[in-house]
């Protein structure tokens, strides 16, 4: 049982690794730092990729993963645990980061700058070479198990100056960047996600593409490659591409009517053949 407040998801490695297609030398530092007992920090925009990346790499590891999606009311008690009432008897119980340090898991904190920096602090023995996490309710210090890594990740294009990652944490990490896949390899992917047909798929990302050239265009967020896969699948169920295009892509990125606007005409532009094979 999870502590109250936090969002977490717990598998076991897989039996297939997830897919994910290598755009540098992401596996191969991400590999070194596991076997150097390093934690790692990912760096990019949204829907590009971290998560699955995560996934596959707990995969070729062959460590349980454990995910917390972190937010605003997260806190330390919602990471480390705490004591509950159950049948009447007040009883501890170990939060997902803890777990992850007694099993040897690979804990996974996507968006850490969305939690509390007096949150995120507890990190920085686990981060160090320390590796240990201090459990001040219990008044004991856990050592990492073999096998744990410390991984996180945010967006830096969309954080502000007051949700930024400290100093003191960055510089305990190893950083991986990430950015949305070239032309041809995010293609291959949407059409390897969705099962729509390669030109379907070439006009959603060269729609993408298009999206992410504008500037100042009022977007807090482009087009991810995870809203074109979505658009895809739509499609993929009998949407007309304009459709899927609107209901997975335009709608999700904006409020604006303006903006709204002038990314249909960008649609009409890329999506006129509205191709389904």
């Known amino acids: 049982m999870p502590p109250p407040n936090a969002a977490i ?13 290598a755009v540098g030398n992401e596996e191969r530092v991400f590999a070194a730092a596991f076997r150097q007992q390093l934690p790692v920090l990912l760096k990019g925009p949204t829907g ?38 159950r ?3 007040t009883e501890w119980v170990d939060g997902p ?3 992850a340090v007694r099993e040897g898991a690979i804990c996974y904190l996507d968006e850490v700058v969305e939690a509390r920096q007096d949150t995120t602090v507890v990190l920085h023995p686990l981060a160090d070479h320390r590796r ?20 996180v990740s945010y967006n830096p294009g969309y954080q502000s100056v007051l949700k930024d990652l400290k100093d003191s944490t960055r ?7 990430f950015d949305y896949p070239h032309q041809d390899v995010e293609r291959m992917i949407v059409q390897r996600e969705s099962g729509i047909g390669p030109h379907v798929a070439e006009d959603l990302v060269r729609l993408a ?25 739509l499609a993929q169920a009998g949407l007309s591409l304009r459709e899927a295009a609107e209901a997975a892509i335009i709608a999700p ?17 890329y999506l006129a053949g509205q191709r389904h094979d």
């Open 9 to 21: 998801d717990i598998s076991s490695p897989a039996t297939e690794r997830p897919f994910y297609h």
């Open 48 to 85: 590009c990729g971290k998560t699955r990346f995560v996934e596959a790499m707990a995969h070729e590891m062959g460590r349980p993963l454990i995910t917390v999606a972190c937010h605003d009311d997260l806190t330390t008690a919602d990471l480390v645990g705490r004591f509950l009432l």
């Open 87 to 89: 049948g009447g008897e």
């Open 97 to 99: 980061l803890t777990r």
């Open 132 to 151: 240990t996490l201090p459990i001040e309710r219990l008044g004991e210090t856990l050592s990492a198990a073999a096998g744990f890594c410390l991984v």
């Open 171 to 177: 510089q305990r990490m190893v950083a991986i960047q």
């Open 209 to 233: 593409q298009a999206i992410r050239r504008l500037d100042g265009a009022g977007l807090r967020e482009v087009s991810s490659t995870r809203v074109l896969i979505a658009a895809a699948r």
């Open 253 to 269: 990125l904006t409020d604006d009517h303006a903006v709204g606007a002038s990314l249909r005409q960008l649609v009409d532009v």
